[in-house]
Structure formats: C-alpha cells, structure tokens
C-alpha cells in the first residue's frame, strides 16, 4: 500500500508505505503535506518479492446450513501467533450450504494449528448438511497432491488439525497395487502304490531268503508274530 501526496503516484510524494504483512489490521499516521513525504533516497521504488506456491495455504469450506455458528483459526504452533481468523458470525445465513475459500499468508516449512469450533455441537455434517473443510498448500484449491487438511465437519463441538506448509508426502492410491485373487489349490498326485510281498512264518522260525526274500528285518518280524508286510 502507497499513499502518494498529489495527483500522481510519484516516488519522491510517498507519505505512507505499507508491505501487507499486517495480518489482520494496519494503521499510519500521516500529515497531507510536503513536509511529512518521504527523501527519494529513502524510499526507492519498491521491489516485489516472489510469492513462492510454499508461502501461501487455501482454507476452502463448505458451510451447513447453520454457517453462523461456524468460527475458525489458525495459529502458529510456538508461539500462538494467530494468522487468520473467522469468528463466529462472520459467515452468515446467507452463506448457507456454499463453499468459501480463503488465502492465508504462512511461512513455508513453518508448523501450524488449524482449530474450528461449532456452536451449536453438532459440526458441520450431517445434520444440517454435507460440509467439510479442506486446506491446499498454494493460492488454488482442488489439488489432490496438495492436501494439508481434510475434515469432514463430523468434529461436533471442536476440530482441531496440525500441519506443515510444505509439499505432503505423496499418498498411494490403493489402485496402484493390483487386487490379488484367491489362490486355487491344486491336490497333489498321490504317490503310486509299490507292491510289496507277504513274509510268511514258518513254524515260529524263519529262513531269509525262502520267507522273506533275502530280507532280515522281514525275517525278524514274521519269526515273532504273523505275516506281515515287508
């Protein structure tokens, strides 16, 4: 903000300058003469700054149909530096079920706190309508891969949320990652049968090779009990 003395906007009529880093109110003081402008060499032509997308958060809310009993802040973690506000009142009842958006100023990489509070108890959803709130990291909103906040206004009494003016961490869509189907279950082959031979007894003694077909443990057994298999 300029305030020039006289009809053009002149470097050396300055008699108020002002950044806009005022938050919520600025106020000067000026005298409407040549006495109160400011030396050209005080005052050079003032050199814009860039707005970096980091530097900026859009609070985007959808109201219900009871918006006035809506208030919200957003405060700076240390310190509880407040830097924007909307106090209870401000939306109207003609802001009913309509979605507002604002820009705030922030420092990029700086810890905030983003604190809504309902009158009534109820939030902003379901009741008296579908609202939300979402805040985007840059001057738009609507960008998916820059969401800081989403509430879906069921908080009743009190919403509270802390974030980081800067880039979220990207997010993995769930369809990225295909759906894994039921596995089938194959039955394994059965083992094929190996014929085997009966040992026999013989009169409670046995011969290895008559008996069992050379076999010794064949042998052994059938001398103690009945024909088995070997």
């Known amino acids: 903000i300029y305030i020039y003395l006289g009809p053009q906007s002149a470097v050396d009529m300055i008699l108020v300058h002002d950044n ?6 600025a106020r000067h003081v000026f005298t409407a003469s040549q006495d109160n ?3 050209p060499t005080a005052s050079p032509e003032p050199s814009v700054a860039p707005t970096t997308v980091d530097s900026v958060i859009t609070v985007s809310v959808r109201l219900d149909r009871r918006p006035n009993e809506l208030s919200w802040s957003i405060f700076e973690e240390e310190g509880d530096n ?3 506000s ?7 009842m003609s802001m009913a079920e309509t979605i507002v958006s604002h820009r705030v100023s922030v ?6 706190v983003f604190q809504a509070f309902d009158q009534r108890g109820d939030g902003i959803c ?4 579908e609202g939300y709130i979402y805040i985007y990291l840059g001057p738009e909103s609507g960008a998916v891969d820059r969401i800081l906040v989403h509430d879906n206004g069921q908080f009743t009494v009190q919403a509270r949320h802390v974030f980081t003016a800067s880039v979220p961490e990207p997010t993995i869509s769930p369809s990225i990652f295909p759906s894994i189907s039921p596995s089938t279950m194959v039955p394994s082959a059965q083992p ?3 014929p085997v031979q009966q040992c026999k007894t013989n009169g409670g003694s046995c011969d290895v090779d008559s008996d069992c077909c050379g076999s010794r443990e064949c042998c ?3 001398f103690c009990g009945p024909s088995l298999i070997c």
């Open 20 to 25: 806009g880093q005022f938050m919520v109110r």
């Open 37 to 39: 402008v400011f030396a």
């Open 82 to 84: 407040t830097v924007f």
């Open 86 to 92: 909307v106090n209870l009142g401000d939306y109207d």
């Open 107 to 112: 420092v990029p990489g700086r810890t905030y």
């Open 126 to 129: 379901c009741d008296d309508g």
């Open 192 to 194: 094929t049968p190996v």
């Open 220 to 222: 052994a057994s059938a």
